[in-house]
């Protein structure tokens, strides 16, 4: 059933895109981590570039230079088929998925290999399920989006309260999630993914329902939840004691979370709630910054939508294959804070508090670092979880904490 625990596949993993901005820093965060007992193989359209990628791989570990490279094409099947049969893991950077992700997640579905991706992208997971959920439930091929800063950071820290309730002998109810200080920058693989998005919206407005939707992943044929839509204008917290704005990501973090909880047997409960924003911080200049943040958002969708503001942009923007240099990159970090409520044991009342940070910039750093440790979690670790298009959580819960705990970032709960 399963191919891809079979040991005949020749690579461990294989790093589909690595010539990209996020490709070439998740391929030297894979090499400097170590590539002992890891049979690692770099993929792209264009071997000239692999092989440049691969010699400055070099650098950090001589070994590097011996890498396999493969060649395919995101829109020729039969090359990507050839891609996945060789491999137990497809760690993919190739975006916008929506536009270059389809074929690979078809491939991977249907020969049984493991898969992960960066996607934020909510329509593309959303057509993924439709046409892959039954085939790779069968082929055993766990298919996990958003191994990223969306949505490991949102899912997982849900999952580590939800764990911590219930070694109490409790039951969580609730969770919130605040975006708190960040600092990085954007890409133009990214900023691709969200241009590429309005276009999806004026071409077909289904899209919307799909976007708009807080129960859009949920597997088929499941009633919706208790949730509303996300958070639009200025708000606070009264638990946390600070203002909050809304958060661009909730927008796909929010129903990564839910979907996880419907795939683990609705663990956190059928009426579970959750919900994220940004925290601005306290008082005056909290207030402030959450008015800049709220009126900045209200105003970038019409802008990247809008004709005249959307080419004034792009030229301002990165380009694909532009990113964060190293220095933006290394002095980078995030704080995500969490509240949960639920109840302890004894049906009383409990109130936890969980902390995920990174110690680079989100988008790129800390991803290429989650994405990575993604990968290996899948060749390598025991999971239980079955085949289909899974969320980080439901398909590599602890294991994935665990992991990013050892390359140095904070998973942490504080009882109140
Ligand atoms: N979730 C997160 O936290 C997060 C963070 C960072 C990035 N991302 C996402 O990751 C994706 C990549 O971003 P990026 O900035 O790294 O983009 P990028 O630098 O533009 O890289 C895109 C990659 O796709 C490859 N590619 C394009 N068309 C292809 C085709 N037809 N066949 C095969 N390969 C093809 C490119 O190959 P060439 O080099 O040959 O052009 C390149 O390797 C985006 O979707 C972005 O939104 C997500």
Redesign the pocket.
């Given at each position: 059933m399963t191919g891809a625990s079979d040991t005949q596949r020749a690579h461990d993993i294989v790093l589909w895109?690595?010539?990209?901005?996020?490709?070439a820093l998740v391929a030297e965060y894979l090499v400097k981590r170590g590539l002992d007992g890891v049979r690692l193989a770099l993929a792209?359209?264009?071997l000239a570039?692999l092989e440049k990628v691969r010699a400055e791989l070099s650098q950090y570990d001589p070994k590097a230079a011996e890498l396999p490279l493969l060649v395919?094409?995101?829109?020729d099947r039969a090359s990507l088929d050839a891609i996945a049969r060789q491999a137990k893991v497809v760690c993919t950077?190739?975006?916008?998925?929506a536009k270059?992700g389809s074929e690979l997640v078809a491939a991977c579905a249907e020969h049984g290999t493991h898969y992960c991706d960066?996607?934020?992208e909510t329509q593309f997971i959303h057509r993924m399920i439709r046409a892959h959920e039954a085939q790779a439930r069968e082929t055993g091929a766990r298919l996990v989006n958003?191994c990223?800063?969306?949505s490991i950071p949102s899912d997982l820290g849900t999952y580590m309260l939800y764990k911590a309730f219930a070694d109490r002998g409790g039951q969580v109810h609730r969770v919130r999630m605040f975006c708190g200080e960040t600092k990085g920058a954007a890409?133009?693989?990214?900023i691709?993914?969200m241009l590429n998005l309005v276009d999806e919206v004026k071409r077909d407005r289904s899209v919307l329902k799909v976007l708009g939707h807080p129960y859009s992943l949920y597997p088929e044929g499941e009633r919706a939840g208790v949730d509303g839509s996300d958070q639009r204008g200025i708000g606070r917290d009264d638990d946390l004691g600070m203002w909050t704005a809304p958060f661009i990501m909730a927008a796909i973090n929010a129903k990564v979370v839910r979907r996880s909880n419907a795939l683990l047997d609705f663990a956190y409960g059928r009426d579970f709630r959750y919900d994220e924003c940004a925290s601005t911080g306290k008082g005056l200049s909290g207030l402030t910054r959450a008015a800049v943040t709220a009126g900045g958002m209200a105003a970038f969708l019409p802008a990247i939508a809008f004709g005249p503001t959307r080419r004034l942009l792009e030229k301002r923007l990165p380009s694909?294959?532009?990113?964060p240099d190293r220095a933006t990159r290394e002095s980078g970090f995030f704080v995500v804070r969490l509240i949960a409520d639920g109840v302890d044991s004894g049906g009383n009342p409990l109130q936890l508090r969980g902390r995920v940070e990174g110690i680079n910039d989100?988008?790129?750093g800390e991803?290429a670092k989650m994405l990575g440790e993604s990968a290996l979690c899948l060749a390598f670790d025991e999971l239980d979880s079955p085949g289909g298009l899974r969320t980080p959580a439901s398909a590599m819960g602890e294991p994935l904490i665990e992991r990013l705990r050892a390359a140095g970032m904070t998973f942490r709960v504080d009882e109140r």
């Open positions: 895109g690595a010539t990209g901005f996020t490709g792209g359209r264009n570039k395919g094409d995101s829109h950077t190739v975006g916008p998925y270059y960066l996607t934020g958003c990223g800063f969306d890409s133009g693989g990214t691709a993914s694909p294959g532009e990113g989100p988008g790129y991803t």
